[in-house]
C-alpha cells in the first residue's frame, strides 16, 4: 500500500516540534461557504471523505494513530479541541489550500482531495464539526516528526504532497447535478486518496489497483453491493481487505443515485 495512505487522514494536525513555514501555492483565494451548512449532512459528507474514520464519529482522534519507520509518529487529533483554532473561512483555507493556524505543514491530511469539496459540501462538514460536543481524550496522543522528516520539508525533498492543492483549483458552490459530473465529483473527493489522482493507481511499485480498471469487473449491482457492503465482484471480502472495511465505514453513506453515478462515471473512462 501507498505510504501516502499510511499518514492520510490526519486533518488538523499539529506537530510538537517548531511549526514548519508553509510552501507556498499559487491557489485560487479561498471560497467563504455558501451558507451555515448542515451537520447531519455534514456527518455524512464526512464520513464519506474519510474524516470521521481518522477523527472519530464523535471528533475524539485517535483512530488514526501510526509510527512510520522514518520514527514520525501521526496521530489525528481531538477535533472538538482543534476548532477553536480555526474561524469558518479558516476551515476553507486548512481543506483547500492546507493552510493552518499556526502555519506547520498539514502532512498526512489529504488536501489534494478535498480541494475539489464544493462550498456547500464544506460548510457542511463545518456545521458537523461545530456541532460536536465536546468531549475529552486524555490518552491521545501528538503528532512528533522526526529529525529526518523535518530536514526533507525544510530543504524541499519531502516525497509526499497530499497537503499540496493544485494551483489555481476552482471548486464548484454546489456539486455538480448531471450524473457524470456528479460522478466525477465522487470520485475526486473520495477514491483518489487511494487510488491515485487520475483513479489508475500510483505506479506499478504499489499495488494499490487503478480503479478504472477493476470497475470493469463490476456489473452495477455488484458495484453497488460493494460500496454498500464490502462484498466484492466474486461475492467474498477484497483480497487485502482494505476496501471492503473502506466501503463500509465511508461508502456506505452513499445513495443509490450517488453510487450510480460514480459507476457511470467509472465506465465512462
Not at 209 to 220: E, G
Amino acid at each position: 500500500m501507498r505510504k501516502a495512505i499510511l499518514i492520510g487522514c490526519i486533518a488538523f494536525a499539529a506537530c510538537s516540534q517548531t511549526p514548519q513555514t508553509p510552501v507556498a501555492a499559487a491557489v485560487a483565494p479561498p471560497a467563504t461557504p455558501v451558507s451555515k451548512g448542515d451537520p447531519v449532512e455534514g456527518l455524512r459528507v464526512a464520513k464519506r471523505v474519510g474524516c470521521t474514520g481518522c477523527h472519530m464519529d464523535d471528533g475524539r482522534g485517535g483512530g488514526f494513530d501510526v509510527k512510520t519507520p522514518a520514527g514520525d509518529r501521526l496521530v489525528a487529533p481531538n477535533l472538538t479541541e482543534r476548532r477553536v483554532s480555526y474561524d469558518d473561512v479558516g476551515l476553507v483555507g486548512l481543506l483547500r489550500e492546507g493552510k493552518t493556524h499556526d502555519g506547520h505543514l498539514p502532512i498526512g491530511m489529504p488536501v489534494h482531495m478535498f480541494q475539489y469539496l464544493s462550498d456547500h459540501e464544506v460548510a457542511d462538514i463545518t456545521a458537523w464539526m461545530r456541532a460536536l460536543t465536546a468531549v475529552e481524550n486524555p490518552g491521545l496522543a501528538a503528532s512528533t516528526l522526526s529529525p529526518g522528516t523535518l530536514r526533507q520539508l525544510a530543504d524541499g525533498s519531502y516525497e509526499f504532497d497530499d497537503h499540496v492543492p493544485d494551483p489555481g483549483n476552482r471548486p464548484p458552490a454546489v456539486r455538480p447535478a448531471e450524473p457524470l459530473a456528479l460522478g466525477r465529483h465522487l470520485a475526486l473527493t473520495s477514491c483518489g486518496e487511494c487510488h491515485g489522482r487520475d483513479l489508475n493507481g500510483w505506479g506499478p511499485e504499489d499495488p494499490t489497483p487503478s480503479l478504472v480498471l477493476v470497475n470493469k469487473a463490476y456489473t452495477p449491482e455488484q458495484f453497488a453491493r460493494l460500496m454498500k457492503t464490502g462484498i466484492a465482484a466474486n461475492g467474498k471480502e477484497t483480497a487485502s481487505g482494505f476496501m471492503s472495511g473502506t466501503a463500509r465505514d465511508r461508502f456506505a453513506v452513499l445513495t443509490d443515485d450517488e453510487i450510480a453515478a460514480l459507476k457511470s462515471y467509472l465506465d465512462s473512462r
